[in-house]
């Protein structure tokens, strides 16, 4: 069965560490792939998509690869900050946009 | 300001009484979806709509009816809302239908069918 899988654990990071979050998926074959964030009680905001053919992609403190081949995405965010508690989703591009669960993130002073 | 307005932001009814959510944007977009949010299942899509007067099907479509008689629209209909409809809603919009394009989300609306 198709399936998306964020850690649903929280990831709990001390301040200036670089936080690394993964989304696995399984029997899709998405041309594209994005990361949203959201906090509590707020909608999603989109952070950075990356292309099947891109290995990796950059904004700032932010860093997205996607392997194709492993079928895995990974989202890093360096020198973190306690600002960048929140969960994090990922959501594949097939023929519609598919999310996964999320994965908390909180950043300890 | 570029947005997507939802309203009303949280509502409580009990089962069968209609209602609807109305969602709209400020950005000319073309593509406008609904989705909910549970826990352990994340976002799913309810419905969406490409333009004007297209509307389709998203994932979970089951008790809900959407229209879409202006660009900048897109209410979520109820007709008869159920305990299991119970849920946070959120309205989206972006430029393309494809999720190549950044996604807009509104601001949510938490429901609770009694």
């Known amino acids: 069965s198709q399936k998306i899988e964020q850690n649903s654990e929280a990831l709990n990071i001390q301040e200036g560490k670089t936080a690394t979050l993964t989304c696995n998926y399984t029997?899709?074959?998405?041309?594209?792939l994005q990361w949203y964030r959201q906090d509590p009680g707020r909608g999603p905001v989109f952070l950075l998509l990356i292309r099947e053919n891109e290995k990796e992609k950059r904004k700032e403190r932010l860093k997205v690869t996607f392997d194709t081949t492993l079928k895995q995405s990974l989202f890093h965010i360096t020198a973190s900050q306690p600002a960048d508690s929140a969960t994090y989703l990922c959501?594949?591009?097939?023929?519609?946009?598919?999310f996964g669960t999320g994965t908390r993130l909180q950043v300890f002073p | 300001e570029a947005q997507v307005t939802q309203n009303p932001r949280y509502l409580i009814t009990v089962t069968g009484k209609k209602l609807t959510v109305t969602c709209s944007q400020n950005?000319?977009?073309?593509?406008m979806s609904w989705y909910r949010q549970d826990p352990g299942l994340g976002l799913r899509q309810i419905y969406y709509?490409?333009?004007?007067?297209?509307?389709d099907k998203g994932d979970v479509p089951e008790g809900y009816k959407v229209s879409r008689k202006e660009k900048r629209n897109f209410p979520l209909i109820l007709e008869s809302p159920s305990p299991n409809q119970t849920s946070l809603y959120f309205c989206a919009s972006s430029f393309q239908d494809r999720g190549t394009d950044t996604q807009y989300f509104g601001p949510g609306t938490r429901l609770t069918v009694l």
């Open positions: 029997n899709y074959s998405p041309a594209y």
């Open positions: 709509s490409m333009n004007v007067e297209v509307t």
């Open positions: 950005m000319n977009h073309e593509y």
């Open positions: 959501a594949l591009i097939t023929d519609k946009l598919i």
